[in-house]
Structure formats: C-alpha cells, structure tokens
T-cell receptor, first 114, second 112 residues
C-alpha cells in the first residue's frame, strides 16, 4: 500500500542501548523528516533529509544519527539511549520543504527508555 | 522560545457547541498550516492559508489568516464527537531556513 510506515510501533529499551527506528515511504518524496513529540513541547524536528545521502540537523539533533542511502528509507538511530529520549517519534515526508508543502506523517513509534 | 503560541491548550465541550482555537506569533509567516492529530496516529493536514486576511472553509471548519500574517484561527461550528483530537498549527517564519515550526497544539474533546 502507498504511504508512509514506521516500525516498530512500540519499543521498550534500556539506557545505553542502541535503538533504530525505521521509516519507509512509497511516494518517492524528496524530503523526509524525523520529529519527536513530547507533552509540553509539541513536535520538534530532529533531522531532515533533502534527498538520498543529504541530511541536516533540526532543532534537537543531539544523541541521534540518521542516514538515507535510498530515497524511500530514513532510519533514525539512538546510539546510546537515555531516559530523556523517551518520546513518540514521527517520520514525515513531503515533495519539498517550506511553507507551501504538505507533510505526510507516519503513525509514530512510541519509545520508552528505562 | 515558542514561535507559535496556541490557545487554549485544552478544550472540552458538548456536541453542538461552537469553538475557536487560536494560533499567535510575534513573527510573520509566509503561510500557516493546520493539522489534526487523532490518538495513536500522525498529524494530517487540514488546510494551508497563504494570503493575509484569507478565509478558508472546510465543511464546519473555518480557518482565517490574520491580515499581518502573524496569527490564525480555527472556528468549528456545531462540534461533533468526530472533531475530537489535537489541533496543531505550523508555519515557516519568513526569512527562516524553511523548516516547519509547530505550535504545541490544542487538545479538543467533544462529548456526545
């Protein structure tokens, strides 16, 4: 089915472990984004990518790593998870970046770091 | 610094009532978008307002962009339980690098 998918939907891990969240889109959108959503903070941009092999930091990139070897995939890795990274993570894609582009969001991954 | 302030944060009303949600900023925006997010799902775009003073209608939802392009409002007429969700405004400040900035959202609950 066309769309944007995230896996896993739920993840519980321990402090210090490496975790990778997957994101896959079938629209061939150029741009992909990772956000985290926390109570009291709303949606905050972690990293974004303009195309394969092009990534850039967002508002809150510390502790996260991204890669984009293929246009359709944009995995987010927490190299050494911390409790402060407990959050709901959303991946999104769009044809372009900026004020007149609609972002399409995945269903989210709820991550708990113990 | 929160560039987009939404109010109220929470709103609980009865079916059939009207309501207005506000999105305010001290910055000028090229446009503003409104998204709705239901529990367990990602946000979905409702509308984009581009021109200062613009009014857009989507069934019972009316969106307005302020003349100075610093604020927007969402008015729902005769709210229904299906309108329940988190309403987010988002925009790109004029002159910024181009990434969307989101407000913290208004959580709406419409009771039957």
């Amino acid at each position: 089915d066309a769309g944007i998918t995230q896996s896993p939907r739920y993840k519980i891990t321990e402090t210090g472990r490496q975790v990778t969240l997957m994101c896959h889109q079938t629209w061939s959108h150029s741009y992909m984004f990772w956000y985290r959503q926390d109570l009291g903070h709303g949606l905050r941009l972690i990293y974004y990518s303009a195309a394969a092999d092009i990534t850039d930091k967002g508002e809150v990139p510390d502790g996260y790593v991204v890669s984009r070897s293929k246009t359709e995939n944009f995995p987010l890795t927490l190299e050494s998870a911390t409790r402060s990274q407990t959050s709901v993570y959303f991946c999104a894609s769009s044809e372009g970046r900026g004020h007149d582009n609609e972002q399409f969001f995945g269903p989210g991954t709820r991550l708990t770091v113990l | 610094t929160q560039l987009l302030e939404q109010s109220p944060q929470f709103l609980s009303i009865q079916e059939g009532e009207n309501l207005t949600v506000y999105c305010n900023s001290s910055s000028v925006f090229s446009s503003l978008q409104w998204y709705r997010q239901e529990p367990g799902e990602g946000p979905v775009l409702l509308v984009t307002v581009v021109t200062g003073g613009e009014v857009k209608k989507l069934k019972r939802l009316t969106f307005q962009f302020g003349d100075a392009r610093k604020d927007s409002s969402l008015h729902i007429t005769a709210a229904q339980p299906g309108d329940t969700g988190l309403y987010l405004c988002a925009g790109v400040p004029r002159g910024s690098q181009g990434n969307l900035i989101f407000g913290k959202g208004t959580k709406l609950s419409v009771k039957p």
